[in-house]
């Protein structure tokens, strides 16, 4: 299971769908992971609170029960391939959310979020929305 920032946001902010959903994670024992582009997602937000050494607490104790996986040259190059096929057929998304269902493709995990639509037209994507 990879967590989108929507999540992580979700759980600092105590959201009661996203604590239910963590502890169903928890309980079926599957690994937890976030993506590099999804800390680096979480940092701009911190850098842009009124109280970034708050806020980079928070994200801190939540990201401690995570593994990081990596935008590697693999991932890379999927989420690359499927943006582009989006983009031919004239849908336009996020970077950064190919570059996390890149990632989620290379290693085969459901990506949780809030945002289905983000990543519902990436091929073969598994998603949990809580």
Known sequence: MIADSSFIIDLMRESEPALRKLAEIRESGQ???????????LAVGVALASLPKDEQKKVGDILGGF?????????AWRAGIEVGRLRKTGKIVDPID???????????????????GHFQMFKGLKIEPY
């Open 31 to 41: 690994p937890q992971y976030v993506t590099s582009p999804t800390v680096m997602e």
């Open 67 to 75: 593994q990081v996986l990596p935008l590697g040259t693999v991932s």
């Open 98 to 116: 190919g570059q996390i269902a890149g990632i989620a493709l290379q290693h085969d995990e459901s990506i949780v979020t809030r945002n289905a």
